[in-house]
């Protein structure tokens, strides 16, 4: 996720970039002087892989591919210039120009994908060729883009619209167009897949709802509130490794953890739920839930969250990711003032999560 400020802003942010490797065990961070790549193995420390900072470039995005030592990395110097690297060697494999500024690039084991404002390219990683272009797609400013991690089956989503919420959903593998998901009425502010690219969540910039489909059918499949607030802008949307929690965090000074968690006939009630009364009304109702009319339904799919952190700053642009340190669920928030927060998330009883670490990025 770009923490990209390109105004006057810049001089007094710390960190342009920053970003969660696809297996989140590493960070990545752009700063005014080059990059950074940080390993996430413990809570206590975190220690860096990679430092370049001696460098004047100042790098805007950085995506490296899981554990490996390929980078992809643009600068604001040379924002039309993408630079494969292979870090550890010190070394550039290659070097591509686009007509237009880069908003983004992802990458998996098959392919690199680059997100310009109005077209996307898509990349062989095996000899970065390019194997398709997506042309003319609908003014995508933020550089919105995901894509899959897993190996088959891989895909790509990407705005269909800049006026409403829809969803692209493009095959890599197979080079062909999907299907498209009408996930919002206004515009997309943060998607996220789940490691199997099964599961996407999407915001739009309203950020009051955030909402769940399976891919690549599209059914909707899980319905939260973020809260009544106006004016939230949902910056990052990140699906737990077990798929069973997802952080959306914005530019205020709470990161929601919401539970996807299968009320009804599918899965046998848990214990505390059932016997609450609330857990019982809930059971009821989406037993029910399918003959009462579409729009009762989805009034009742609405979840709240199950867990918040409370960061101690608000109004910074942040990314978010939940993983598992040291064996237990923690939720990991980087901010552009360059900072990495490690919280604790109690996956029985959700509530608010303690704060374990911050280091310094
Ligand atoms: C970019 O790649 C070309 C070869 O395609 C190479 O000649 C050039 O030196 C590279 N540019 C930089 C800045 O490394
Ligand atoms: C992703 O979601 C699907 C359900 O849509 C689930 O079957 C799959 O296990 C999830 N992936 C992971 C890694 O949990």
Avoid at 141 to 169: A, H, M, R, W
Avoid at 239 to 264: R, W, Y
């Amino acid at each position: 996720y770009n923490l990209g400020s390109r105004g006057n802003e810049l001089s007094t942010r710390k960190i342009i970039f920053a970003n969660f490797n696809q297996d989140c065990t590493s960070l990545a961070v752009g700063t005014k002087h080059g990059y950074k790549l940080f390993a996430l193995n413990s809570v206590d420390t975190l220690d860096v892989i990679y430092d370049n900072e001696s460098e004047t470039e100042d790098v805007c995005l950085v995506d490296r591919l899981f554990s490996s030592s390929l980078v992809a990395i643009v600068s604001l110097m040379s924002p039309r210039k993408l630079k494969v690297c292979h870090f550890k060697k010190g070394t550039e494999i290659c070097n591509y120009s686009y007509s237009n500024t880069i908003l983004g690039v992802k990458l998996n084991r098959i392919r690199l994908v680059v997100v310009l404002e109005e077209s996307l390219y898509i990349h062989n990683i095996r000899d970065m060729k390019v194997l398709h272009t997506i042309r003319d797609t609908p003014s995508n400013p933020k550089g919105l883009c995901c894509l899959s991690v897993n190996n088959d089956n891989s895909f790509l989503v990407y705005p269909g619209s800049s006026i409403t919420g829809e969803v692209q959903i493009f095959d890599v593998t197979t080079l062909n167009a999907v299907s498209t998901i009408n996930a919002h009425d206004s515009p997309l502010a943060a998607m996220a897949f789940n490691s199997t690219a099964t599961k996407l969540a999407t915001a739009s910039c309203k950020g009051t709802v955030i909402r769940v489909f399976s891919v690549p059918d599209g059914q909707k499949l899980f319905e939260f509130r973020r809260g009544v607030k106006r004016c939230v802008s949902i910056g990052s949307l990140a699906f737990s490794p077990d798929s069973l929690f997802l952080c959306a965090s914005s530019n205020t000074e709470t990161v929601h953890i919401f539970k996807l968690e299968q009320m009804g006939a599918e899965k046998a009630p848990v214990a505390d739920e059932s016997s609450s009364w609330m857990g019982y009304f809930n059971k009821v109702l989406s037993n029910s839930a399918s003959y009462l009319p579409s729009q009762v339904s989805e009034v009742l799919n609405q979840g709240r969250d199950f867990a918040t952190v409370k960061l101690s700053f608000q109004g910074s642009r942040n990314v978010c990711a939940i993983t598992t340190l040291q064996k237990l669920p923690r939720v990991l928030v980087a901010d552009e003032d360059g900072f990495l927060y490690i919280y604790n998330l109690d996956p029985m009883d959700g509530g608010e999560c303690a704060l374990l670490r911050q280091h310094n990025l």
